[in-house]
């Protein structure tokens, strides 16, 4: 943005645009005119979005591309050269979720991260999933899946990094603020998509920031076509059947406990976040959240 622009001559939704690609901005991330309505904190029209966005273009105001959107043409660069990656990622998270999703205990499975925006994935980037499990089973499916991927992975995180399980029953948030809002309204569902309406609906939140997003219709999902590949537990017998008794919720308070105190091991690094309770299990060793609601608090025009 030039920064000799008159702000007061700015109209709200002229400040409001500007206030999404400079949250974006932060990753590098252009975004497509859909993607700003999306995120837009004035409820409104996609054509309207679209004509302020041309009137913003012609007045140096924000830059443009093939319908990418941005502050600067370094954005538009990095998402365009990003296309055949993220589209090769897409297609490695899609198997991934399948994958997932056939573990004991796994209600749903959703991309989330960098990918799910489509933006600015590198090389370095994880593929990130966002989990639902059954009832009181977060903790256990968080350990069943770190031990698949201990065993069969060799603990690589570059396709499989799930960092965050919720339960069906109690889908919401803890903490409540833009970041989560954007980090949530970006979900890419691989599997389930009803009960990523059911969650949407626990969070109604999300919708306070963005009244433009419209979420997944929440709805009960078949998995008859998923039971039969579900992954066999030697001890407690196929997928959810025989578990729900008391060495289950054993096995779930041990494996909050063991994980719960290797989350809290690496907790003294600086960047480090997490959401842990009984029901959810959530831990980023190298969060940005924090700097993220830094930098947009201190960018965005009120």
């Known amino acids: 943005m030039n920064q000799k622009q008159d702000?007061?001559?700015?109209t709200e939704i002229h400040k409001a645009i500007i206030?999404?690609?400079?949250?974006?901005d932060f990753f590098n991330h252009s975004l497509h005119s859909e993607e700003i309505h999306r995120y837009l904190s004035i409820k409104t029209s996609?054509?309207?979005?679209l004509k302020n966005l041309s009137e913003m273009t012609k007045s140096n105001l924000i830059v443009n591309r093939d319908d990418l959107w941005a502050l600067n043409n370094e954005s538009l660069d990095i998402r365009s050269n990003n296309l055949k990656r993220n589209s090769r990622l897409l297609k490695i998270s899609k198997r991934m979720g399948w994958l997932i999703h056939q573990f004991p205990f796994v209600k749903g499975v959703y991309l989330s991260g960098s990918l799910s925006k489509l933006g600015t994935t590198s090389d370095d980037d994880d593929?990130?999933?966002?989990?639902?499990?059954?009832?009181?089973?977060?903790?256990?499916?968080?350990?069943?899946?770190?031990i698949f991927k201990?065993?069969?992975?060799?603990?690589?995180?570059?396709?499989?990094?799930?960092?965050?399980?919720?339960?069906?029953?109690?889908?919401?948030?803890?903490?409540?603020?833009?970041y989560t809002a954007v980090e949530s309204a970006s979900l890419i569902a691989l599997t389930n998509k009803g009960l990523l309406g059911k969650f949407y609906e626990k969070n109604k939140f999300i919708q306070d920031y963005f009244p433009n997003f419209i979420p997944e219709k929440a709805y009960t999902f078949n998995s008859s076509t998923f039971s039969r590949w579900r992954v066999?537990?030697?001890?407690?017998?196929?997928?959810?059947?025989?578990?729900n008794n008391f060495w289950g919720d054993w096995?779930?308070?041990?494996?909050?406990?063991i994980i719960t105190r290797s989350m809290l091991k690496n907790s003294w690094r600086k960047n480090s976040n997490s959401e842990i309770s009984e029901h959810t299990s959530g831990f980023w060793p190298n969060s940005v959240q924090n700097r993220v609601l830094e930098n947009y608090n201190e960018k965005k025009l009120v």
């Open 7 to 10: 702000l007061k001559a700015l």
């Open 150 to 178: 201990k065993l069969f992975l060799f603990n690589s995180h570059k396709y499989f990094c799930t960092n965050f399980f919720i339960d069906e029953k109690h889908l919401e948030l803890k903490k409540k603020n833009i």
């Open 232 to 243: 066999y537990d030697p001890l407690f017998g196929t997928g959810d059947q025989r578990i």
């Open 127 to 146: 593929i990130d999933y966002f989990i639902i499990t059954k009832l009181n089973r977060a903790w256990t499916t968080r350990l069943v899946l770190i």
């Open 251 to 257: 096995i779930e308070n041990k494996a909050r406990e």
């Open 46 to 49: 996609q054509k309207e979005v």
């Open 19 to 24: 206030n999404v690609l400079e949250y974006f």
